[in-house]
């Protein structure tokens, strides 16, 4: 147990370092877009909604997530396009699997990034096919933008916002979902349990996808990482779960909300059952 225990240590300790290091990044890449959103959108074709809005959800973190909840509250987004973004949305758990096995990761957001887009214009269409009223009261504001000096970056955005809000839950949760799979492996035999029942584990990846949190999701990172999941499993929590990206939303609309989080389960679930009959 000692030795599992160092190795876990040692692997998230790894894995909070290349996570921190790609959060500032995100984080200054969205400073330096602010505004830009706003021009992208000004020319109404609707096109751009769904490429940026997805675009935005397949940045690892939430910045991306919330950008679209308020692009959408204020009328700049179609409900479409907000269902497709949070198909792309894989919130802070993108960062640990960048970090885990990159290159299936940059595939896996390439994926989500396209299936945001299609997924998006379907949802319009079916919405406007069967009159679903969505975002009643929305209304169209600016983007403003601030410029802050290196000191309040450092203070609100480094620590208080990267640190305090996302790195220590990630560094949490990511430090259990390792303890947890490979104390399964080594000794309840999690990977053959997976692989036996791996339709359940599926729709079990659905069902906690629903919960909007960061964290939940990295127990099925961690399982493919150590192979003990098919890559329809993971696809299929990516597509259900959107981290805490959804959390401003619920305090606008919880009827918008619930609608989301159904299409999503729905779309997952159909997208991992075909890769799961194809043997991925």
């Known amino acids: 147990m000692g030795v599992i225990l ?3 240590l040692v692997e998230t300790f790894q894995i909070t370092f290349l996570v921190l290091l790609m ?33 935005l959800g397949s940045i690892p973190g939430c910045v991306g997530g919330f950008t679209n909840v308020s692009l959408y509250i204020h009328g700049m987004i179609s409900f479409g396009a907000l269902v497709g973004s949070m198909v792309a949305t894989s919130g802070d758990e993108a960062f640990v ?3 885990l096995f990159p290159k299936t990761a940059i595939l896996l957001i390439g994926i989500l990034f396209i299936l945001g887009i299609l997924l998006g214009w379907i949802v319009d269409r079916f919405v406007r096919r069967f009159g679903i009223s969505t975002c009643a009261d929305c209304r169209e504001v600016l983007i403003h933008t601030h ?23 990630t560094v949490l ?84 909300s619930l609608l989301v989080k159904a299409f999503n389960v ?6 991992g059952l075909i890769l799961y009959s194809v043997g991925l």
């Not at 410029?147 to 620590?159: L, Q």
Request: aromatic share 12%; hydrophobic share 50%.
């Open 6 to 8: 160092q190795e876990v």
């Open 23 to 55: 959060m500032i990044v995100v984080d200054l890449i969205n400073l330096w877009s602010r505004g830009r959103v706003a021009l992208f959108l000004k020319h109404r074709q609707q096109w751009r909604q769904y490429v940026l809005s997805s675009f």
């Open 97 to 99: 699997m960048l970090a």
């Open 147 to 169: 410029e802050y000096g290196v000191t309040h970056y450092i203070k609100e955005h480094i620590w208080q916002h990267i640190i305090r809000q996302h790195l220590v839950k």
């Open 173 to 256: 949760w990511t430090f259990a979902a390792l303890l947890v799979v490979k104390v399964g492996i080594d000794t309840w035999n999690l990977d053959d349990l997976s692989s036996q029942y791996t339709l359940i584990v599926l729709f079990l990846s659905a069902l906690i996808g629903i919960i909007p949190e960061s964290g939940p999701h990295l127990l099925f990172v961690t399982l493919f990482a150590n192979g003990a999941i098919p890559f329809s499993v993971l696809i299929t929590s990516c597509i259900v779960q959107d981290g805490h990206s959804m959390l401003p939303m619920l305090s606008y609309s919880v009827r918008d």
């Open 266 to 271: 729905v779309f997952g679930l159909i997208i």
